[in-house]
């Protein structure tokens, strides 16, 4: 119950889990982080969450990413978690990397959304309360905001970092020009940007075509995949159709019209090289990104503690061989 006393599994650092580090810091990353966008909202089964995220915590992720706007309702995901830290984690609070976000819609008017420093700032407070922590470990901006100049929004960061609010600052969704002012800016007051937070997978190649992997990684910065399997999509989610239960059910953020009859047969064909690797399309496609040392981590939601379970065992294998990435290539073609 969320209300029994949790005790965390004693093996979850037995070597399983790997850590990987995070750019040119200090910092190790699991090499599988948990988000908390869908699935922890106040709509969402208070109980359920509380066991997804031990269970992560018991299998070794230490990270843990949030923003303000995850829910529904907006905010409600970090509520979610503030009271898994007061009933559960708070004690093994120096194990976790927290990290949160501010730059989408979040509050009515002028001052709730894109980069200014006066959403920046407001924003980072009230994660703050909701989850009931002191600081963030990683405090990011979400996107890059064109009308603002970034000079406004990189100085936010590094005085929230000066304020202690945050340990390390981060960039997201962040096109390679916006990214390179920013590294430098950062870097020039002594506040480098531990990491970049950008979509990757199988199925979205942006980061490698538009050369936001290696910019990361010469800006000394780490580079973290969010919807690393397509939103569910590179999973056997939709192999026999679409589950009532799930996310592309609920036609919000994952449309149906995504999964079009060629989308099908590519997610047919990649599943038999999953099999022929003894492995799952999931643990194939985490693994997938992994095989990169480039990609520090891959941040996966998951709506149930078996998903997540499943996805943890990509981990055990995550080199391909040329004939397996050149069989992958031709489906995605
Ligand atoms: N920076 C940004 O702008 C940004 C944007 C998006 C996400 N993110 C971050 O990235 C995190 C992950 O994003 P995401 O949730 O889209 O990641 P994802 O891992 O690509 O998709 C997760 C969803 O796939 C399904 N799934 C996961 N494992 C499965 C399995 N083994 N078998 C079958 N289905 C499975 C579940 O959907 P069902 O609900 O169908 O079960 C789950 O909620 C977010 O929580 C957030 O922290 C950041």
């Not at 990353?29 to 948990?34: Q, R």
């Not at 089964?45 to 269970?55: A, E, G, M, T, Y």
């Not at 559960?88 to 979040?106: H, I, Q, W």
């Not at 480039?294 to 939601?301: E, K």
Request: with cysteine; net charge negative; aromatic share 10%.
């Amino acid at each position: 119950m969320a209300n029994q006393l949790y005790s965390p599994n004693e093996t979850r650092y037995d070597g399983t889990m790997k850590y990987r580090r995070c750019g040119r810091s200090g910092v190790l990353l699991p090499a599988i982080s948990l988000g908390l966008w869908h699935n922890f909202g106040d709509v969402d089964p208070l109980q359920r969450s509380f066991d997804i995220v031990h269970h992560a915590f018991d299998n070794g992720i230490t990270h843990f990413d949030l923003a303000n706007n995850y829910g529904p309702s907006a905010g409600s995901a970090e509520e979610t978690f503030g009271k898994i830290i007061t009933k559960s984690l708070r004690p093994y609070r120096d194990e976790l990397f927290v990290s949160t976000k501010a730059g989408y819609d979040m509050w009515a008017g002028p001052y709730g959304d894109w980069g200014s420093r006066k959403y920046l700032m407001a924003s980072l407070d009230q994660s703050l309360r909701r989850m009931n922590l002191e600081y963030v470990d990683l405090f990011y901006s979400h996107r890059f905001d064109p009308n603002t100049p970034l000079e406004e929004t990189m100085q936010a960061l590094v005085d929230i970092v000066r304020q202690g609010k945050a340990l390390y600052v981060g960039i997201s969704n962040y096109p390679t020009e916006a990214a390179a002012f920013a590294y430098q800016y950062l870097k020039e007051r002594d506040v480098p940007c531990l990491i970049y937070q950008g979509k990757y997978s199988l199925l979205v190649r942006d980061p490698e075509e538009k050369g936001i992997l290696q910019q990361a990684k010469e800006q000394g910065s780490g580079f973290i995949a969010f919807s690393p399997l397509a939103q569910g999509l590179l999973t056997d989610r939709y192999l026999n159709g679409i589950p009532a239960d799930s996310r592309m059910a609920r036609d919000g953020f994952l449309k149906k019209e995504v999964l079009s009859n060629e989308m099908l047969a590519k997610i047919v064909a990649l599943n038999n090289v999953a099999a022929n690797r003894g492995q799952s399309l999931a643990e194939m496609a985490l693994a997938w990104l992994l095989k990169d040392e480039l990609v520090t981590s891959v941040l996966i939601g998951a709506s149930s503690v078996a998903q997540l379970d499943k996805n943890l065992k990509a981990v055990r294998n995550t080199t391909f061989d040329a004939e397996e990435l050149m069989q992958i290539e031709e489906i995605l073609k």
